[in-house]
């Protein structure tokens, strides 16, 4: 079945780094996602990951997937204030095209 | 290049009222979906609409209806509104049905 979960809320000090967590629980999971949404905005994808792989770096963004767990997690490194949004991971199924099943959001929030 | 553009951004409707949102994808995108987010809940999956059809349709009642047009527009229509129908209205367009989702801003219904 479908279901992502997530941590509700992360604290963070600028510059320090951000880890926030997902886990899934449908193993076919082709691709998986996090997108950012900042307040009164839609969502931005921030970065993706292919099944078979298992970690993807984007300059600051360091993504990690442990399949056997269906654990995934978004590194962010050196953060900053304007990394204070919300953040959802989101999975993509074989047989569901590209409709995507999300997590209920981790807000990060980045104190100076 | 414009990206996927909603209206209307806000708009306020009372229960049993009818309302129609609208999406204008990506150019070169052909295939829309939508999404609705309650407050502090990540998105769910509405319907998608590919070659002006229909073609995936996730949990919600036949309150909740859709059209797309020859220049792949579209339009989300919801009846008898509820209380509970209050939320975020994304719209996300992609490139066939596989391919990769871009998001609006959304439209933010109120129903009172």
């Known amino acids: 079945g479908e279901d992502v979960e997530q941590s509700l809320f992360l604290s963070v000090r600028e510059g320090d780094s951000s880890v926030i967590n997902c886990t899934y629980t449908d193993s076919s999971s082709t691709y998986l996602y996090w997108y950012k949404q900042e307040p009164g905005a839609g969502l931005q994808l921030l970065t993706y990951?292919?099944?078979?792989?298992d970690m993807k770096q984007d300059q600051r963004l360091t993504v990690l997937l442990n399949k056997k767990d269906k654990h995934l997690s978004l590194r962010i490194a050196d953060t900053q204030t304007g990394d204070s949004a919300i953040y959802f991971c989101a999975e993509r199924l074989p047989a569901a095209g590209n409709k995507l099943t999300f997590g209920g959001g981790t807000r990060v929030l980045v104190k100076p | 290049d414009a990206g996927v553009t909603q209206s209307p951004t806000h708009l306020i409707k009372t229960r049993g009222q009818q309302v129609t949102l609208r999406c204008s994808p990506k150019s070169g995108h052909d295939t829309v979906s939508w999404y609705q987010q309650a407050l502090g809940q990540g998105p769910q999956f509405i319907f998608q609409?590919?070659?002006?059809?229909?073609?995936q349709r996730g949990n919600f009642p036949d309150r909740f209806s859709g059209h797309q047009f020859p220049n792949y527009s579209s339009e989300l229509n919801v009846n008898a509104l509820l209380l509970g129908d209050s939320a975020l209205y994304l719209c996300?367009?992609?490139?066939?049905?596989?391919?990769?989702?871009?998001f609006g801003e959304g439209s933010r219904l109120t129903v009172l």
């Open positions: 609409y590919y070659e002006e059809e229909e073609r």
């Open positions: 990951i292919f099944s078979n792989m």
């Open positions: 996300a367009s992609s490139f066939s049905r596989t391919g990769e989702l871009f």
